[in-house]
């Protein structure tokens, strides 16, 4: 039986750390500091006993285990460091679970036995990549980065670079793992930008094989300032309405299929054959006879060939007699 207000403070708070046994002990001590202050005031502004007025100790022993962290009232905020090893801490967790689900499909209680066998092959090809990236390093060719590490195209000297980092790099697996935190973490690291370096060099040594059998060459086109085609026959007369074909008896198509009139502006020709735009003959000689019934060659590019001005060798035919009858 409770006969005095201060035995009432100590049964309850007897029992609230009862209730908080399991917090460490410097915690609890400072939950329950001036716990009896409290209730003392409590007391004093009457009405009821604590358990009336708080609740059960337990009750109360949960609303301050639910204040911990808390201060004025307001919770701390977690700190970035707390945040990145939760968040590692679960990551962590779901690559065990992943590391127990997947083992058994390889034949190993984990994935993480089945890789432990694979460590000495990693070493090799972490050497081979090494130096095929120091072998890039080194070369001052200007080539991408190849399949085989070469330096100034000697077989020699990639052979015994290739056999320098593939033991360097077995050496420094054996003993990653008495290495301390920092260096380690360095060797991961290192390890991971090689590989990225690497994959990069496979892509661009890929796409050069792939494209390797064509080159796109480009050869500067004669004709490509070419507007129009005047075609003169052996007199140097122009030809209108003339047919260019290949080979093959295809038409070539040439220029542009529009004249400009004098005004600028072009009208489109809807012809085959040329000159699309006649009057723009660099020489105006008239394709029919003149005035005088012969052709005139004035101002145009002449004929192709000359009459020979020498006397024709060949004989001609003398008179010839008419017999008369008798």
């Known amino acids: 039986m409770i006969t005095t207000a201060q ?13 908080l046994v399991d917090l460490p ?43 911990v962290g808390f ?14 090893y939760e968040v590692r801490d679960q990551a962590m967790l779901r690559l065990g679970q992943a590391d127990r689900k997947l083992g058994p499909l390889l034949g190993y209680p984990k994935v993480s036995e089945f890789l432990v066998l694979l460590r000495p092959a990693w070493w090799v090809l972490r050497g081979y990549l090494a130096a095929m990236v120091l072998a890039w390093m080194l070369d001052d ?7 085989l590490p070469r330096i100034g195209g000697s077989e020699a ?17 054996r003993r990653s793992l008495r290495l301390t935190r920092w260096p380690r973490l360095a060797l991961y690291a290192g390890s991971v930008i090689l590989v990225l370096v690497a994959l990069g060099g496979f892509s661009s040594a890929d796409s050069s ?12 086109n004669p004709y490509g300032n070419v507007e129009d085609l005047f075609v003169y026959d052996e007199q140097g007369r122009l030809v209108t309405n003339a047919r ?13 299929q529009y004249c400009y009139d004098e005004a600028g502006t072009y009208e489109e020709v ?3 054959t040329y000159p699309y735009c006649p009057e723009r003959a660099p020489w105006r000689v008239p394709s029919a006879a003149g005035p005088s019934g012969a052709p005139s060659t004035t101002g145009g590019p002449g004929p192709l060939w000359e009459p020979s001005a020498s006397p024709s060798a060949t004989p001609t035919a003398g008179p010839t007699k008419t017999p008369t009858p008798r």
């Open 7 to 19: 035995d009432e403070i100590n049964l309850y708070v007897f029992a609230v750390r009862a209730a």
């Open 209 to 220: 094989s792939r494209d390797s059998g064509y080159t796109d060459v480009n050869y500067d």
């Open 157 to 173: 000297v990639a052979l015994l670079l290739l056999g320098l980092c593939v033991v360097a790099s077995i050496w420094l697996g």
């Open 71 to 84: 201060v004025s009232g307001f919770p701390d905020p977690p700190t970035r460091r707390h945040q990145f």
């Open 244 to 256: 260019i074909v290949d080979q093959n008896g295809e038409p070539l198509r040439m220029g542009n």
């Open 270 to 272: 809807d012809t085959l």
């Open 141 to 147: 060719s200007g080539q991408p980065i190849g399949l």
């Open 25 to 67: 002990e410097s915690l609890r001590e400072e939950l329950l500091e001036d716990l009896p202050e409290h209730l003392a005031e409590v007391l004093a502004d009457g009405g009821g006993t604590l358990v009336e007025r708080l609740g059960s100790p337990e009750a109360y022993a949960a609303d301050l285990r639910a204040s």
